[in-house]
């Protein structure tokens, strides 16, 4: 028993679950404490404190970890009237207990978006929130966000998911209709971030590939204190007014721990601009 107590810290969370299914020993391991506070961030009870009724002291570190990993809700930043908190989402990353974080279209604020004309929120299984955000067509693109919320100690990237093209399902088969795209081989995107605490991050890229979708990287940012809130705002844009745009659709703003970046590389789910 000593012995698997003491193997088991250094497992992963996923491994951890697989062993216990596997061995008895190392399933009454599994349930001790320290095994898994190793696991949660270090300011983990400010975000128990955000979704859970009860208190942290109340509950094993084990369904913490486990309740955390889970898609919750928060209103964090600027409320978005009418929408509720459901347009951003945050939870653990099951195998490394990193912090990651999605708003919604409905979470951005996107100009023009009340005009039929140039943009639609329609539904669609591709998207964690059950819709996203298509533009028509658009003289003056461009896409704002803001969020605030305390981030653990660590380095984070911050991307944009966009596909050109409206993807649908014929006879049980994914198409794509690239009717409107247009116009976005002749300049980049710009991205940039700016955080609380006076960090800045700017990139452009050229939104290309129809029915696909990637992931576009604005940039990163870094966090020092475990206690401390950090306030971020975001943009994407592209504003010369020279020629139209169109055929975009917007899921969603992601922010990962930088390390993910390999992850959605190797994915092919990162752009590369």
Not at 37 to 46: G, H
Request: with cysteine; charged share 25%.
């Amino acid at each position: 028993m000593e012995s698997c107590v003491a193997s088991i810290e250094y497992l992963d969370p996923p491994q951890i679950c697989k062993l216990a299914k596997l061995n008895k020993a190392f399933r009454a391991a599994s349930w001790a404490d320290f095994v898994w506070e190793s696991k949660l961030p270090p300011n983990y009870q400010i975000l128990v404190g955000k979704i859970l009724s009860s208190a942290p002291e109340k509950l094993s570190k084990r369904s913490i970890y486990t309740r955390l990993c889970k898609a919750n809700t928060f209103d964090g930043g600027t409320k978005v009237k009418g929408l509720g908190s459901f347009c951003r989402k945050y939870g653990l990353d099951k195998s490394t207990g990193g912090v990651c974080m999605s708003v919604s279209s409905k979470g951005l604020q996107i100009t023009g978006i009340d005009d039929r004309r140039y943009w639609n929120h329609i539904p669609t299984e591709e998207s964690r929130f059950g819709s996203i955000a298509y533009l028509q067509q658009i003289w003056w693109f461009e896409v704002d966000g803001e969020v605030e919320f305390p981030f653990p100690p660590g380095t984070y990237s911050i991307f944009f998911r966009l596909q050109l093209g409206r993807a649908s399902r014929r006879f049980g088969r994914r198409i794509c209709n690239s009717e409107h795209v247009h116009g976005w081989d002749i300049k980049p995107v710009r991205f940039q971030l700016w955080t609380s605490d006076g960090q800045y991050a700017t990139s452009q890229c050229t939104v290309s590939d129809p029915g696909e979708w990637f992931h576009y990287h604005v940039g990163d940012f870094n966090v020092e204190k475990s206690n401390s809130w950090t306030k971020i705002k975001l943009s994407m844009t592209q504003i010369d007014c020279t020629h139209t745009k169109g055929g975009l659709c917007l899921d969603s703003a992601v922010i990962y721990p930088s390390k993910f970046k390999e992850r959605l590389k190797h994915k092919g789910f990162l752009k590369a601009c």
